[in-house]
């Protein structure tokens, strides 16, 4: 079963912040989230492992609830170049199962 | 250093073609991902390899669809009889531990 993301999409100026949620009906051991724009190939931002370990590229920060089944990403201050797609996916043996994602757009 | 790629970007085939597409992974990485992605959609799990191995083929739709990586490097995807259905963006990621590098894609357009 896919992981449920929320909110759909979001709309935000420049310098705002924001939080997309990922949740999953079975027991996570790792979530990854990656951010597609539109036409390109989706990129890395970060995976979340069982136990805390937390790895990640760029400057955006997320939370990892085992016992809830839920995965946050946090995007603050947003810059233009934040607008995109965010997916977040579970994997279990080697396969990914990902969410239809959330539209984030930042406007000037 | 060069990202996984993909060839063709687009193809349009006419139902009931047969179609090859192809992933190059980045040089070292073990572990290639094929996905499906619908318009609006979060990529769908089609198959897995390590290395030559594929471990996972459980998202493959149909037996129309076959996938290899002979040599442990490069990979083809293969969809034989195309269907309109099967019309989709079709994604390849390689890993070399847990995150995944995806190539562009080829977009598939069946006529």
């Known amino acids: 079963q896919q992981p449920v993301q929320s909110p759909q999409a979001v709309i935000l100026r420049e310098g705002e912040d924001a939080v997309i949620n990922c949740s999953s009906s079975?027991?996570?051991?790792?979530v990854h989230w990656y951010r597609q724009k539109h036409g390109e190939a989706p990129v890395f931002l970060m995976i979340?492992?069982?136990?805390?370990e937390q790895k990640g590229h760029e400057k955006i920060s997320a939370s990892f609830n085992e016992k809830k089944q839920q995965s946050s990403l946090y995007l603050t201050a947003s810059q233009l170049s934040y607008s995109g797609t965010y997916f977040c996916?579970?994997?279990?043996?080697?396969?990914?199962?990902f969410g239809d994602g959330t539209t984030l757009t930042v406007k000037p | 250093g060069a990202g996984v790629s993909q060839s063709p970007r687009y193809k349009v085939a006419k139902r009931g073609q047969d179609v090859a597409l192809r992933c190059d992974p980045i040089?070292?990485?073990?572990?290639l991902f094929w996905y499906q992605q619908a318009l609006g959609q979060g990529p769908e799990f089609l198959t897995y390899?390590?290395?030559?191995?594929?471990?996972?083929k459980s998202g493959l739709p149909s037996d129309r669809f076959f996938a290899e990586r002979p040599e442990g490097s490069v990979s083809t995807l293969k969809i034989q009889r195309t269907q309109q259905e099967d019309s989709a963006v079709y994604l390849c990621?390689?890993?070399?531990?847990?995150?995944?590098?995806f190539g562009p894609g080829t977009r598939l357009t069946v006529t």
């Open positions: 990621a390689s890993s070399a531990r847990d995150e995944q590098y």
């Open positions: 079975k027991a996570l051991y790792s």
């Open positions: 979340l492992l069982k136990g805390g």
């Open positions: 996916g579970t994997s279990n043996a080697g396969k990914s199962t």
């Open positions: 040089s070292g990485h073990v572990s």
């Open positions: 390899f390590q290395n030559e191995a594929q471990l996972d």
